[in-house]
């Protein structure tokens, strides 16, 4: 059985949890084995069980080589206690599996974890907020008004006081958006490019957007110094100084600016115990437990890191902003750490980057609910913070403009034409701005013309108009608006084409004029001799 990429989706702890157990099945040697004078068929010992899964799980993609020895063996507790093993004696349930030479065999079958299957559904599109939609007790004046799609006839519609068609038009204003309104904006367009990043139908079954605070969004995007690091309001919530003297001093080590030079050996391994033994008391990862199921969605991602990065990067602006400062301070930390050469082992055993990944991986990310894969998936994922934490734990600055903009457009003032398909629903308005120069020249360039194309394109081809009627109207519209009639028409002879002149017919020829006049007849002379 080869094994397969568990892309981004709902469930996807469980569905991993499932394709390994199958793997391991299908691939573990089973053979005779002799314990106590007696012989068992088809068994295999926890060493070899340890040899097999490791291995599978360092060549899975969905795992990869950080795999350790000691992660393989806590994963084979847990299935001596779900059943997927069982003792040569059938007993299982406790986590007591070590790696020695005990017999284990499979069960006749081994569970599998169901999960609700996705019910069929169209797809579903974050919805943004309708600024037509009054809340209670807000007068009708002062509603905004959406945007609406502008096609040719609109146009013609909306241009055609330049052909003398309608006289008047008027101006509508939006109101001043508050600041609710803005931060609803935010996290409408956030969750809406991150379930386009994931490839979801909906977020609804990753994340419960109810618990997402639009406050926290915009936060993280503007509350921030020159590093990029999160600014708080409540000065209470900060990390205590002696940690983040502590921090600094492994981050900078040998150039400890805080604290005083070591003064015995093994000063650096006792600071690291103080910074695991401080982070790791906190009730909750610094990944709240309801953003759980996004951020191990996100790791269906890492085979394409690009769209990876983007998809941690947008999750983690949804952070409350106190975890998001010190997810930043501790990611930036384990990243120096495991690169600086300068700084003794903190373990004789273990790697050093090896020891980190193990030491605040439970704290970044884990499930309320205890699940199997728990230490496997938040290794996966707090490695690849580890490697990519510069540009995972900046703002996505393409996401921040397009949503700026689009607040933007959403304050501009727009000309509403007597005729057009949204005066209906519009009250008057009471009041106007008056907008600058620049920014009026501004909305006339960016305005598009293929519309006003399609408006011409109309009047030529209209075949119920005279030519007359024809010519005049091209004439005003070509004095309106000279660009895109210049491209309709680049030269005199292409406008020449549409009225082309009309030749004079001669009248009939008469059969009698082809006629000579009569003529006498006249004797000829015979050739005949």
Known sequence: MEPRLVGPGPYRATRLWNEIIELFRAGMPLRKHRCRFKSYERCFKASEAVDCLHELLGSNQNFGPEVTRDQTVKLLKKFLKNHVIEDIKGRWGKEDFEDDGHLYRFPPSSPLKSYPKKPSCGKEVIKFPDWNEPKAGTSQEYIPVKSITMNSEMWYKRHSIAIGEVPACKLVFHRELTQTNIEEIWKSMTLSRLQKVLGLDSLDEVLDTKLVNSKHIVQNVYNVNKQGIVTLEDKSKELPHWILSAMKCLANWPSCSDLKQPTYSGFERDVFKTIVDYFGQMKEPLLPFHFFDIFVSVLGLLQKPSKAVEALQISCLLLPPENRKRLQLLVRM??????????????????????????????????????????????????????????????????????????????????????ADSDATLPPPSFCHQISTDEFEYQRATGSQEPLAALLEEIVMNKEISVKDKKKKLKQFQKSYPEVYRVRFPTPETEAMLFPEKTKQKPPILMWALKKPFQPFHRTRSFRM
């Open 334 to 419: 384990m990243a120096r750490i495991s690169l600086n050469q300068d700084l003794p082992p903190l373990s004789e055993s273990v790697r050093t980057r090896t020891l980190i990944v193990q030491a605040f991986s439970r704290c970044i990310l884990c499930s309320k609910d205890e699940i199997d894969l728990d230490e496997l998936l938040a290794s996966k994922l707090v490695s690849f913070l580890m490697d990519n934490y510069q540009e995972i734990l900046s703002v996505p600055s393409a996401l921040k403009s397009s949503i700026e903009d689009h607040v933007v457009h959403l304050q501009r003032v727009q000309i509403k034409y007597a005729g």
